[in-house]
């Protein structure tokens, strides 16, 4: 049973940074493209980052580009988002998902197969 | 970027209808569409991808078609289970982009 589990959400001040975390377990992590994918508040979704399978390759939302930075550790099946200089309008749900096709890098590999529960950040002073 | 755009926004139907989702890309897209649906306080559900495919384990009822900029999410047979917040999203080029979303409500 495929389970992504986030963690590392909190209250945080403008202008400060956080890590955000995604346990991955039931698949195999290491062969799949990983994404953030974040819900504002009675909003839609929003794509924020991909990483490649192997850690290769990684693209960004434009507002997040130059701030967010995406990772991964194949070792640890663990998936991370690295979060600095926050905005109030980075305030939402992050999601952790999974694309299901393994060893697949392309763009058109790149659904939303699976998805956590979310950790919820909160930019506010 | 490539812009989506769903219509309507919400709909209101009762069990056993028959509904259709709109989504429509700001250009051509081939068939790299997927459709999600989403419940209150719950994770986005996969659902349909390559813009007509059902994802195991989803019911028939629903139905995905459409190809380039125009694409539509049939639910034949609404059901209670089914009343919730549906998107799109292409994945042909980056920025990956999802539709502002189609809440179905109880009429």
């Known amino acids: 049973q495929v389970q992504l589990v986030e963690s590392g959400g909190g209250v945080v001040q403008p202008g400060r940074s956080l890590r955000l975390s995604c346990a991955a377990s039931?698949?195999?992590?290491?062969?799949?493209?990983m994404h953030w994918v974040r819900q504002a508040p009675g909003k839609g979704l929003e794509w924020v980052a991909v990483?490649?399978?192997?850690?290769?390759?990684?693209y960004y939302a434009d507002s997040v580009k130059g701030r967010f930075t995406i990772s991964r550790d194949n070792s640890k099946n663990t998936l991370y988002l690295q979060m600095n200089s926050l905005r109030a309008e980075d305030t939402a749900l992050y999601y952790c998902?999974?694309?299901?096709?393994?060893?697949?890098?392309?763009?058109?590999?790149?659904?939303?197969?699976?998805w956590g529960q979310g950790a919820l950040v909160t930019v506010s002073s | 970027d490539i812009q989506m755009t769903q219509s309507p926004s919400t709909l209101s139907a009762s069990v056993g209808d028959r509904v259709t989702i709109t989504c429509r890309a700001s250009q051509s897209i081939s068939y790299w569409l997927a459709w999600y649906q989403q419940k209150p306080g719950k994770a986005p559900k996969f659902l349909i991808y390559k813009a007509s495919t059902l994802e195991s384990g989803v019911p028939s009822r629903f139905g995905g078609s459409g190809f380039g900029t125009e694409f539509t999410l049939t639910i034949s047979g609404l059901q209670p289970d089914d009343f919730a917040t549906y998107y799109c999203?292409?994945?042909?080029?980056?920025?990956?982009?999802f539709g502002g979303g189609t809440k179905v409500e109880i009429k």
């Open positions: 039931g698949f195999s992590f290491s062969s799949n493209g």
């Open positions: 990483i490649s399978y192997d850690g290769s390759n990684k």
């Open positions: 999203q292409h994945y042909n080029s980056y920025p990956l982009t």
């Open positions: 998902a999974a694309s299901a096709l393994g060893y697949c890098s392309s763009i058109n590999c790149y659904r939303f197969d699976y």
